[in-house]
């Protein structure tokens, strides 16, 4: 049972958009920043959102991410086959002194 | 170029020890904090255990505590996971990652390519 909650799938067609949300409570999210890592199938995690809302290094401006309270959020515009990755939430949570993470969310291209 | 590379990992007995390296380059090492990630096969991410530029404020994940033990070594730039006791539940790929640190904000933005821990019998 993952600390912060995600839904586990999303999907679109080429183009389309996707929207990821992701719950946390006033210890993580409600107090830090939220960040967001991409796991492409067979590799490591790697950044792709920091500090609510930033792109990482070589990441596309088609991604967008907010936060407000203890939710946040990861929106992937104009949907391309690359983008079909597992997406995991994140936040530095104070209660544990430790990141906790989302469960993680599979996006599939159809 | 920013690498961190994991080592040490194994197949192991429930009962069992293992020490994890992760030697990394290309910045500088004692600037950073440092964490341990892990994921079960087939499962999301799980944070294990940070520890500071120094090596003396310590955290780890409740489940891993009195049983792990992260350190690291400056000069060698190379963190390490002592591991005892190990069960069947800690079987995972263990990540090694540097963590940015601000007043509100934590990332880990940089990540090694994993090492792999079985514990069976």
């Known amino acids: 049972q993952s600390v912060l909650t995600q839904p586990p799938s999303a999907s679109g067609t080429p183009g389309q958009g996707v929207t990821i949300s992701c719950s946390g409570s006033t210890s993580n999210i409600g107090r830090n920043t939220a960040n967001w890592y991409q796991q492409l199938p067979g590799a490591a995690p790697k950044l792709f959102i920091y500090?609510?809302?930033q792109r990482a290094s070589g990441v596309s401006d088609r991604v967008s991410a907010s936060k407000s309270g203890t939710s946040a959020s990861l929106a992937i515009n104009g949907l391309q086959s690359e983008d079909e990755a597992e997406y995991f939430c994140?936040?530095?949570?104070?209660?544990?002194?430790?990141?906790?993470f989302g469960g993680g969310t599979k996006v599939t291209v159809l | 170029e920013v690498q961190l590379v994991e080592s040490g990992g194994d197949l192991v007995q429930p009962g069992g020890s293992l020490r994890l390296s992760c030697a990394v380059s290309g910045f500088t090492f004692s600037s950073y904090w440092m964490t341990w990630v892990r994921q079960a096969p087939g499962k999301g991410l799980e944070w294990v255990a940070n520890?500071?530029?120094?090596?003396?404020?310590?955290s780890y994940l409740d489940s891993v505590k009195g049983r792990f033990t992260i350190f690291r070594d400056n000069a060698k730039k190379t963190l390490y996971l002592e591991m005892n006791s190990l069960r069947v539940e800690d079987t995972a790929v263990y990540y090694c990652a540097r963590l940015v640190r601000g007043p509100v904000t934590r990332y880990l933005n940089s990540w090694g390519q994993g090492t792999l821990v079985s514990v069976s019998s």
């Open positions: 520890i500071e530029q120094d090596g003396i404020e310590k």
């Open positions: 994140s936040a530095w949570d104070d209660s544990l002194n430790g990141v906790v």
């Open positions: 500090n609510n809302n």
